[in-house]
């Protein structure tokens, strides 16, 4: 198991401009190479501020220039706003410029105000999903290949540029539905979980269900494999904390609204903040989350890593506003007096 970072770049201060989010997120992850996180992670979302970022795959390969080591993923490449043949030549253009350190999320997405602007139906994500996952398992594992689905096609081609990962690089994929987990299972790729502002036990749910499966598909359970990424802060100040936390209930709300198209915008893309049914106070989402001093984080982590077995956890410590540099000294409390304890804790100390 490791450690990595999520980062979403969005833009809760609509005087911070695009320019500066990006320069961030890139200087975040060159401090986590640096820390020893072993992966960093980039959102894909349109035409709002919930995220600036329209191409994780851009900001992989932009970052590919500034790192050494460090793998860099997608999280996630939403699926049905692809054509096939574009997605599989940056693949392999984006995981050839990285040497292969490129880390594959594949998403079904799930924000209807982005699909409507894109003209593809929510509904049929699922099915676009599956297709551009057979796309990519065939195109990548033999020189020339065609393929002709319900929504997608592609004629007979050969990829140009091929990844330096052979045949491919790891998929990861995110979401919960149950044709795409049983094919995860199947074809021993990664699921990616959230839990959003929720606690360990509807994480736990998740592996429970996997793990179903795999019996199913006549695999080992033990060996399913889950990524975790988790809004997460760690601080010895109050009041960081509790900004981070308002920071956490910000980005939820936007998601929330943009998901059931309650949205309402304003100065042409900036979502503005709402509260929905059932959200979570400060005081809960302090509990569920590891957001807190060094022992709690500690604790709350290590909780997480004995029930979920996962082979990856990424944490979010930018969100919102949240100030840059408090971002990264919270990057610094986990590499250098969180994430050795949980380790050590949990038996996965080098």
Request: aromatic share 8%; charged share 30%; proline share 5%.
């Amino acid at each position: 198991m490791d450690f990595g970072i999520f980062n979403i770049m969005q833009q809760r201060d609509i005087t911070k401009s695009p320019t500066q989010i990006f320069d961030e997120a890139a200087e975040q992850t060159e401090v986590a190479e640096q820390l020893g996180f072993k992966k960093a992670w980039y959102a894909e979302h349109h035409f709002s501020n919930y995220s600036l970022c329209p191409s994780p795959l851009m900001m992989v390969a932009h970052m590919a220039g500034r790192t050494k080591t460090i793998r860099l993923g997608s999280a996630v490449v939403v699926a049905p706003l692809y054509t096939p043949a574009r997605l599989l030549a940056e693949i392999g253009m984006v995981d050839t410029l990285s040497h292969g350190r490129l880390e594959l999320g594949i998403g079904m997405g799930y924000q209807r105000y982005e699909f409507e602007r894109f003209g593809v139906e929510l509904d049929e994500a699922r099915d676009r999903t599956s297709e551009m996952l057979d796309i990519i398992e065939k195109a990548f594992a033999q020189p020339v290949f065609e393929y002709e689905g319900k929504h997608l096609k592609q004629f007979r081609s050969s990829i140009s540029c091929r990844p330096a990962q052979q045949p491919a690089p790891p998929i990861w994929y995110a979401g919960g539905d149950p044709v795409h987990l049983r094919r995860m299972v199947r074809n021993d790729h990664t699921l990616f979980v959230s839990g959003l502002l929720g606690g360990v036990t509807r994480l736990k749910a998740m592996r429970e269900q996997l793990e179903k499966l795999a019996v199913e598909e006549k695999k080992d359970p033990a060996k399913i494999r889950i990524g975790v990424t988790r809004l997460a802060f760690v601080s010895n100040n109050k009041k960081d904390i509790d900004r981070y936390v308002d920071c956490a209930l910000y980005q939820q709300r936007l998601a929330v609204s943009l998901k059931l198209r309650r949205e309402v915008v304003a100065n042409d893309y900036h979502v503005q903040e709402q509260p929905y049914d059932d959200e979570p106070d400060d005081e809960t989402i302090k509990r569920n989350l590891p957001v807190g001093d060094v022992d709690s984080c500690i604790e709350k982590m290590v909780r997480l890593v004995r029930e979920l077995k996962p082979v990856h956890v990424a944490i979010q410590t930018q969100v919102g506003d949240m100030d840059h540099r408090k971002s990264l000294q919270s990057m610094e409390l986990w590499a250098k007096e969180v994430m050795p304890v949980v380790l050590k804790e949990t038996g996965h100390a080098a």
